[in-house]
């Protein structure tokens, strides 16, 4: 069963069993029009208190996150604009409801060292890195110290529940000098930070990447100090 679309804040309704009790696969249709968060809420509304599994697929309806087990909880996902995406969803109760809703992250940062997007101190950058097929899909900012002094760069936003994004400092030959892994969960907002102490002056780069092609994430990056 293909659903044509989400209502646009209310709940739509779907069928998770057939008459006889089997369980029934159905993919709701969503017109992304800009790139941003993408946030699914599903929930079994019978007495029952089944799990709702939902998966994302991009345009050719190819996976690109995790299966995800939703009891009226959200799921979040960073998604490109102008294209259709689809949620899987696969349920043993009788119905469910499901609905959408999408928020627009503006920015658009380099995709590797050499074009990396300058940060200046007290600046913020919101983006995504979409859901796709691809795992190796990166940004990368700079930042330039005039002296030496410490630093903090502070990650907020939303990662897909099950996959993770890595956030790294480097060097401006390369070399890493801090990393951390984020995890998305369920109906949570993820915050991180690195930090630097008595950093010698100089350029230093930001990278922010998937750890699987199951990977996507909506954020703001804010250089703090």
């Known amino acids: ?67 995800i087990a939703l009891k009226d909880q959200t799921a979040y996902f960073g998604v490109s604009g102008d294209k259709n995406y689809y949620v899987k969803v696969q349920t043993s109760a009788p119905i469910y409801g499901i609905k959408c809703s999408r928020t627009s992250y503006s920015s658009t940062p380099g995709t590797s060292k050499s074009k990396a997007t300058k940060l200046s101190k007290g600046s913020s950058k919101s983006s995504t890195l979409a859901a796709s097929t691809s795992s190796s899909s990166s940004h990368w900012y700079k930042i330039t110290l005039s002296s030496r002094k410490n630093l903090k760069m502070d990650f907020a936003g939303y990662v897909s529940p099950g996959a993770s994004v890595k956030m790294e400092l480097r060097k401006s030959n390369g070399d890493v000098m801090r990393s951390l892994k984020i995890t998305g969960k369920k109906s949570a907002k993820m915050e991180a930070y690195i930090k630097g102490t008595n950093v010698p002056k100089g350029t230093y780069y930001i990278k922010i990447s998937k750890v699987s092609s199951k990977s996507s994430a909506a954020y703001k990056l804010t250089y703090t100090y």
Not at 33 to 41: D, P
Request: charged letters at 20%; zero cysteines; a positive charge.
């Open 1 to 67: 069963t293909f659903a044509s679309s989400y209502a646009s804040n209310n709940f739509s309704i779907g069928a998770g069993t057939n008459s006889s009790g089997n369980q029934l696969t159905s993919y709701w249709k969503k017109y992304v029009s800009k790139k941003g968060r993408l946030a699914v809420t599903a929930a079994d509304i019978t007495d029952a208190d089944y799990n709702v599994y939902i998966t994302l697929l991009d345009s050719k309806k190819n996976v690109v996150s995790s299966k």
